[in-house]
């Protein structure tokens, strides 16, 4: 993929990456380091500002991005789940990275429609560190809702109390964007990834040591044998500490209910097969991705995929078992997105009316493209607990159940 004219707010964090480097007891800083400040950087990274652009026509999109459907199923499983928990008022929904809004939107709407009993009891809070997005998430829901946009409040997760929080956390493409390290294996040691710069300008890779020792532990924590005579030279790959500090914030301001994660990713084994040597690591740039992170700083996603058995084996030593995991499709079938496809077989007259049969044809490629065994139907969902009497964890939920097919 070619450099494309240099943006001025890249050439001042360029700048400003490379100060800090300068800074660094060795010259170089982790690869994690680096994610964080191109992300996350306060004034010019791409979650930070006004670069984000998600969507059909932007960097990527999200299920939400296909219409109202994923997150009125989701609506669907939140009912259920307040039931389980016995009713609770209030019941909190909070929502970690809410992208445009547009999901939220969605929810609530489907909500105070079709379960007015608990959008009366319903705290809706988004967790939200990219003021960019705030904005943007603040103007779509007003557009969207008018007054019941104000039953929304935004807020970190440090700013939640302990254990106050009675109902469910939820994402949806969230731990793939926490910074990752990188390694590679050499002589078959495990090397951290490290980034430096000559120049001031450009950035380059050097390996060394490992940053800390829970590198190492990490692999212990997930089952692999890492290093190992099996990883050839030239093995690369990545290891999310950062989503350990996410899971752990979230176990000590959850009370009672649950935990619900949907991103991509594999388990242990799959992640770290021998045939994926060069790891997961994606950019997203209008739409179009490739693994160089070292161009368009601050203007692209850089994410990599989760390793959902991390989150789980971290979940059980933070008191947050897991109830159940999923892939989105069957999650979603088995919510009554098949349903919803087999209504526009019988019932799609009102559509055609409006749209013709190419508009018909849209919504049925759209609910399939939810479920798409090759795309986001294979994302991970992840539900874990806390809090739960046996009792209550005895009830599986409905998106956890094997959909008819």
Request: net charge negative; charged share 20%.
């Amino acid at each position: 993929m070619k450099d494309e004219l240099i943006q001025p707010s890249e050439v001042l964090l360029r700048s400003l990456i490379a100060s800090r480097i300068a800074e660094s007891p060795e010259r170089r800083i982790t690869f994690a380091q680096y994610m964080e400040w191109v992300l996350y950087e306060p004034q010019h990274g791409y979650y930070a500002t006004n670069a984000v652009n998600i969507g059909a026509e932007g960097d990527f999109f999200t299920s939400p991005h296909l219409g109202a459907d994923f997150g009125e199923l989701l609506a669907e499983q939140f009912a259920e789940m307040w039931d389980i928990l016995g009713n609770p008022v209030p019941f909190t929904l909070v929502e970690m990275g809410a992208g445009a809004g547009i999901l939220a939107a969605d929810i609530l709407r489907y909500l105070q429609q079709h379960y007015r009993e608990i959008f009366e009891v319903l705290e809706y809070v988004i967790v939200e560190i990219a003021p960019g997005l705030i904005s943007q998430q603040q103007q779509v829901l007003q557009n969207m809702l008018g007054k019941t946009a104000a039953l929304v409040r935004w807020c970190s997760l440090e700013e939640i109390p302990k254990n106050s929080i009675v109902g469910c956390f939820f994402s949806n493409e969230l731990v793939d964007a926490l910074p990752v390290h990188q390694f590679a294996i050499e002589e078959e040691q495990i090397r951290e990834i490290y980034v430096t710069s000559r120049d001031g300008v450009t950035f380059e890779e050097v390996t060394g040591v490992p940053s800390t020792p829970k590198l190492a532990e990490y692999f212990d924590l997930v089952g692999i044998e890492l290093p190992s005579s099996v990883y050839a030279d030239g093995y690369r790959s990545e290891i999310n500490l950062a989503a350990y500090n996410w899971l752990s914030t979230v176990a000590a301001k959850l009370r009672r209910g649950y935990l619900l994660t949907i991103d991509y990713g594999y388990p242990a084994t799959r992640y770290y097969s021998l045939g994926r040597r060069q790891g997961t690591l994606q950019c997203y740039y209008r739409h179009m991705h490739h693994d160089n992170p070292y161009i368009n700083i601050g203007q692209q996603d850089i994410t990599a995929h989760v390793n959902f058995t991390a989150l789980e084996r971290w979940g059980d030593r933070l008191q947050l078992p897991k109830l159940g995991f999923t892939q989105q499709g069957l999650f979603l079938m088995a919510l009554g997105l098949g349903d919803r496809i087999a209504a526009l077989s019988t019932g799609g007259e009102n559509i055609i009316k409006s749209q013709g049969i190419s508009g018909l044809l849209r919504c049925r490629d759209t609910l399939h493209q939810l479920i798409d065994p090759m795309g986001l139907g294979n994302f991970g969902v992840l539900v874990q607990t806390k809090g739960l009497r046996e009792e209550e964890r005895g009830r599986s939920l409905k998106g956890l159940k094997m959909p008819l097919m």
